[in-house]
């Protein structure tokens, strides 16, 4: 009876790993025939060869340069502005809502707030000052995180 080449395979890893089980010495001459046919990895041309991926490939930072370096003279910094403005008005609206003020609960108030705003990336010169934001964007920024600190009030996770 023909066996599949996932079983062969399978059985060519078990024997590897452990070469003294019985099942390894009950290998019958008809199986080493065939796992002696099968291509190795190592006969395979590099082409061919899969790629290693990582474990997770989410949590895989890789650093890009973006921009030319002839032509950018000074160092500027990629921002999400929303972040900065969000992390300025933290302290006042803790004081006016009367919320926790362990590191946990500010965490998660800024995290729920900027999961509530959209992103708003800025390029500014190193030491540079975001700029000033538009009432309506202000409004937004104190809806969400009033929202927030609610939120964590009622649930807080310490």
Same mark, same amino acid.
């Given at each position: ?38 291509? +190795? ?6 082409? @061919? ?23 950018? +003279?000074?160092? +500027? ?19 006016? @809502? ?31 000052? +975001? ?28």
């Amino acid at each position: 009876m023909a066996r599949t080449k996932k079983e062969i395979d399978k059985d060519l890893m078990y024997k590897k790993l452990m070469p003294s089980s019985p099942k390894a010495a009950r290998a019958s001459s008809a199986d080493t025939a065939e796992e002696e046919q099968l291509p +190795t990895a190592a006969a395979a041309p590099a082409e @061919f060869m899969p790629a290693e991926e990582p474990l997770n490939p989410r949590r895989v930072n890789v650093r890009r340069e973006i921009g030319v370096p002839s032509m950018d +003279t000074q160092p +500027t910094v990629l921002i999400n502005s929303m972040e900065s403005i969000v992390l300025e008005k933290l302290d006042s609206v803790l004081a006016r @809502f009367k919320c926790c003020k362990c590191d946990r609960c500010k965490k998660d108030i800024v995290a729920l707030s900027l999961n509530k705003l959209p992103s708003k990336y800025m390029v500014l010169m190193d030491g540079q000052p +975001t700029p000033d934001i538009d009432p309506q964007t202000n409004a937004q920024v104190l809806t969400a995180m009033i929202q927030a600190v609610l939120a964590v009030r009622t649930h807080p996770r310490h």
